[in-house]
């Protein structure tokens, strides 16, 4: 599933791909991919996007007439551009669930194996009304060792829990999550609310040092993540601990089961007691 590295990846491949191009119209092949708010009463394209902004998992594209698209690639979602022939002459591909056509005969596919990935076009005052309660943005200057330490002591569950929650941090996914608690020694079931100062400072720190090691590498391509170029990105070469047999000290890491999810950790680097 994409976290917030490959989220950005994409952005950032998004925001040069749309560079001086029109959104003539959006596509859906799928019912229920597109969402397009009911109190939407003009067609908002042709329209030219001017930002691209991350909040979690989430991208925005903000477009000229006063439109937003909120895109969420859930487990499977990828975007695909796609400059090879005139627009008229392609097909829908396999898998493809909607269509952002542009101008200068280019289009995004939205691809789409397990169908859970949205498209939501709506007003850009709207757009709050279509997010979940979203939690600290790991990137911005609001996430500090205060900031994070006043979310997670009040959680008794344990940190690798805690740190999926996405109205805590947003963005965070199992992949970063078991590295970065690896890169802190903390141990994944420590309770949130029993965290010293000094651990949630190394936590923050290393959330902030794996993300951004992470989004130069273009993100981590374990199964379906692409850049919308779709070649894979390269920070799965980088991992320590996410599915592998032992960590960067030669220890056996050991995969346990949390909230339905697999943590894997090094249970010598990581002792609960390493304050
Ligand atoms: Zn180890």
Redesign the pocket.
Known sequence: MPELPEVQTVLNGLEKALQGKTILSLECFYQGTVIIDPSLDFDPFPARPVSFVRRGKYMLIHLDSGISLIIHLRMTGKLVLDSTLPQADREILKHERARINLDQDCLLHFIDIRTFGKIVLCRTDNVPNYLPKLGLEPLSSEFTPQTLGQKLNARKAPIKTVLLDQSIVAGLGNIYVCELLYRAAICPMTAATELSQKQVRRIAAETVKVLTEAIALGGTSISDFRRIDDKTGEFQNYLKVYQKNT?P?G?KVKRIVQAGRATFY?P??QKQQNQ
Do not use: E, K, Q, V
Request: glycine share 0%.
């Open positions: 960590c000290n220890h090094c010598l680097c």
